[in-house]
């Protein structure tokens, strides 16, 4: 974040006291969080607690439970500070990030209070500042007790967890989710400081973008605050790539505050997505007196195409007119205490996303309106990014004082992001609509309201009025139509959570969605990160750190019964934390092949979720710590640009014999290519049904072809369509351009594979070493966990299938390990079978 040259912030100093101490807390801590203690501001107070060695590690071992007195804490942090009146006009004391009820008082007079985390607020502080010595306090409410009394005092709303976070409009997940910590907390988690100024001031700038033709017109909302009566000339430039400049004037007229400035940029050249162009960044800065704002764009134009057809309704996006299909991932905040989380943090997950060929992130409505570090690199890299307002799986009040606030901030922040070409899509909540239909409200709401008035009026006319560039969805999921059920496969988005919570993932395949915005599968995270906190021993599934680390209900059974049918029982834990990484990339590459097959009648689909908030066993492709799980490398397998793919289709006898309305039977196999890249494909496939110890039992060359951005289906002959002995042969389709394509006759579990498939060989080279795997039969998903030997380490390559005498290059960056120790740790779906 980034403030005027008249900012000065009021970072050093600070202490922190506890001005409630919640009965539950250590008797030893009184004195001294009576006393006080140093307070890092941004920070939060957990984290100042952490750093005076007061509390352990809050993610280790059961420490969640044994710090939820510090969610029951009112919490005062104290800073003093010297001022000296420099002669301006105003004086003004801002704070961007107050979490979350709080009372400020400067020299002992209140001059604020706050009730939102995701909106900043700015007071005159003139008549309180003193020349010399200055004392700030900031006094925090105890969340959890705070949140409870609103129940009462309001009316308790429907929601799921175990606080009542939808009464307050601080981060939902701060009070722990089915994969998020319970750590609901106080702070000054964004800059505070005071603003001294004269004159004029720029308040706020939109600039909103279009294309006409092949120019780029940039129309700049600039809002300003004054405390003169004279004219005020407010001015645009526009600075381009190669260095060019377009400038434009105009005067706001005594009594206005506002003013709306158009550019014509000639030629412009459009930002894209990832994968569809280049993504060039315009600067623009707004002066108005001695006051400027600066930021960038990108020239690009974005619909959403939700309009009947025949099949339903599509959920389309279109940049620059072009089909978007989505290749998504949801995402929640980095870490629980949000202060954690800097730009090489986020630019660490930015490249996980795109190393996985991700072009969208979904911003999830229990988080945050994520930074302007994230949007930036978002920006810089054709990252497509959809911002869910933050409303999440809750009935929310939609009287004041809730409403105003939800306001503001809706204002606030719309205005914020409305600058990044990254930013395609609002949408206004996360399964509260599906909610109000299926979840049994009605006679826990007695009538009132649920928050459908934000979704279908209160922030469609927010956003017609600040950004109508940008398309807006009411929910996800969410069918676009009256009298349709929310989840409805037929129309719009839909969320899929029956796979996981009740049935096995091969039911993904019973689903033609249009557009899945959420599905997932569990997997412990990278070895090292779960021994760093689960300390039980033995180390079990069902012991009790385990299940501190697991927030799913009923997590660890649901893991054991995803992967029954699919591989067999482990026989130990190790056994047990492959297993279940296994399983779950296994799903998710099913499930995400079915959806990519059925293109263009599927246009996207967007995983839970890529990243963890803390060390636990979770739906991430990328673990707390960074570490790829098997899904992130089966995921880049799954979402490259070209997929191919062995899916089983209806014949057309098959479609004759089928009684009207019911699906046929799916009775042969067919080779769907995907293409979502811009040149269209026409080639040859080599197709081969196989034993594993690498005999071609058949073998047959088809001609494929496939436009851009689109799919094409191929069914394969029936000579190497049909498996001789499914549980000894596969079937491989290999095409130039496309990866090889796999389809089995049976289950790992139910095949015969040779548990000891391959050979290796390791190197040492430079920054880490090499693993030479060659292949003596077929090797199913060969993975290197090299965190076990050094939890710094990270094989480069994962997920590999080999058939019979191939080969492969496993490189592992690594700052300590002998080699020997990295090949010692290579597992297979092969040795899931025993000797």
Request: aromatic fraction near 10%.
């Amino acid at each position: 974040m980034t403030h005027p040259p008249t900012f000065r912030a009021l970072h050093e100093g600070w202490t922190l006291t506890a001005a409630d101490l919640a009965a539950e807390a250590p008797a030893e801590l009184a004195n001294t969080l009576g006393a006080g203690i140093p307070a890092a501001v941004p920070g939060e107070a957990h984290l100042d607690l952490r750093r005076a060695g007061l509390i352990a590690d809050p993610f280790d071992g059961g420490n969640e439970a044994a710090q939820q007195w510090i969610g029951d804490t009112a919490w005062r942090f104290t800073t003093v500070f010297d001022w000296s009146d420099d002669g301006s006009t105003r004086h003004d004391l801002v704070a961007a990030g107050l979490d979350t009820v709080a009372v400020l008082e400067l020299n002992g007079i209140e001059i604020g209070r706050t009730e939102n985390m995701h909106r900043g607020y700015r007071w005159d502080a003139r008549e309180a500042l003193r020349e010399g010595e200055n004392t700030l306090t900031v006094t925090f409410a105890a969340p959890v007790p705070e949140a409870a009394a609103r129940a009462e005092r309001y009316g308790a709303l429907p929601r799921t967890n175990h606080h009542e976070y939808n009464q307050l409009r601080k981060m939902a997940c701060s009070f722990g989710w089915d994969w998020g910590v319970d750590v609901a907390g106080a702070g000054i988690w964004k800059p505070i400081g005071l603003e001294s100024w004269s004159e004029v001031r720029v308040a706020s700038v939109r600039p909103l973008v279009d294309v006409h033709g092949t120019d780029g017109v940039l129309t700049a909302h600039v809002d300003i605050e004054r405390c003169t009566a004279e004219p005020v000339e407010v001015r645009v430039e526009v600075t381009g790539p190669d260095g060019g400049t377009w400038t434009a004037t105009a005067v706001v007229e005594p009594g206005d505050d506002s003013a709306a400035i158009g550019v014509t940029v000639p030629d412009a050249e459009l930002w894209w997505p990832v994968g569809h162009g280049a993504q060039p960044l315009y600067g623009v800065k707004v002066t108005a007196g001695d006051s400027t704002w600066d930021g960038r764009v990108g020239f690009r134009t974005v619909e959403l195409d939700t309009e009947p057809d025949p099949a339903g309704a599509p959920f389309l996006l279109k940049v620059n007119g072009e089909r978007i299909l989505v290749r998504g991932a949801n995402w929640i905040p980095d870490h629980a205490f949000l202060t954690e989380i800097d730009r090489d943090r986020y630019a660490r997950r930015v490249a996980d996303a795109l190393e996985a060929n991700v072009n969208l992130l979904r911003v999830w409505g229990g988080g945050i309106y994520e930074s302007d570090d994230l949007y930036d690199l978002a920006d810089e890299h054709g990252l497509l990014m959809w911002q869910d307002f933050l409303f999440a799986c809750a009935a929310y009040s939609e009287d004041d004082p809730l409403r105003s606030e939800i306001e503001a901030e809706a204002r606030e922040n719309v205005t914020r992001l409305s600058p990044h070409p990254s930013l395609v899509i609002w949408n206004g909540n996360n399964e509260n609509t599906w909610g109000s239909v299926d979840w049994s409200w009605a006679h826990r709401l007695d009538g009132r309201g649920w928050g459908d008035r934000y979704y279908t009026e209160i922030l469609p006319a927010i956003l017609a009025e600040l950004d109508p560039t940008r398309p807006y969805s009411p929910a996800s999921p969410y069918s676009f139509g009256d009298y349709r059920h929310p989840n409805d496969e037929r129309y719009g988005t839909m969320h899929i959570w029956d796979v996981w919570n009740r049935v096995d993932y091969t039911v993904y395949a019973d689903y033609l969605a249009r557009f899945v915005a959420e599905f997932g599968f569990q997997a412990p995270p990278a070895w090292s990160t779960l021994v760093s906190v689960v300390h039980d021993e033995p180390l079990d599934p069902f012991g009790e750190q385990m299940l501190v680390h697991q927030k799913a209900n009923r997590g660890n059974e649901k893991l054991q019964r995803g992967w029954q049918g699919h591989l067999p029982d482990p026989e130990s834990i190790e056994d047990w934390h492959w297993t279940t990484q296994l399983n779950q990339a296994q799903a998710i590459r099913f499930g995400v092949e079915h959806y990519r097959s059925l293109t263009p009648h599927n246009t996207g689909t967007i995983l839970w979720q890529l990243n963890d908030n803390w060390p636990v066993v979770s739906w991430a492709a990328v673990d707390f710590e960074g570490h790829r799980k098997p899904l992130w490398h089966a995921l880049r397998d799954a979402y490259a640009p070209r997929l191919a793919t062995i899916q089983p289709r209806p014949s057309q006898a098959s479609r004759a014999a089928a009684w009207e309305g019911l699906m046929p039977e799916f009775d042969q196999l067919a080779l769907i290519l995907v293409n979502d890249t811009g040149e269209a494909y026409s080639g040859a496939f080599t197709v081969t049904r196989e034993a594993f110890d690498g005999t071609v039992l058949a073998k047959a060359v088809v001609e494929a072809s496939v436009a851009a951005r689109d799919g094409a289906t191929i069914v394969l002959p029936a000579e190497v369509a049909a498996f001789g002995d499914p549980k000894a042969e596969f079937i491989r389709a290999e095409g130039d351009g496309f990866a090889p394509a796999f389809r089995y006759g049976a289950e790992v579990v139910d095949q015969a594979l040779d548990p000891s498939p391959f050979t290796v060989e390791a190197e040492a080279a430079d920054g880490g070493c090499v693993l030479h795997v060659t292949a003596t039969s077929l090797v199913r998903d060969l993975f290197c966990h090299a965190d076990k030997v050094d939890p710094g380490a990270r094989a480069e390559q994962g997920m590999i299938t080999l058939r019979a005498g191939e080969s492969a290059r496993i490189a592992v960056a690594s700052p300590s390990g002998e080699p020997e120790a990295f090949a010692a740790v290579l597992r297979c779906a092969n040795d899931l079978l025993g000797e």
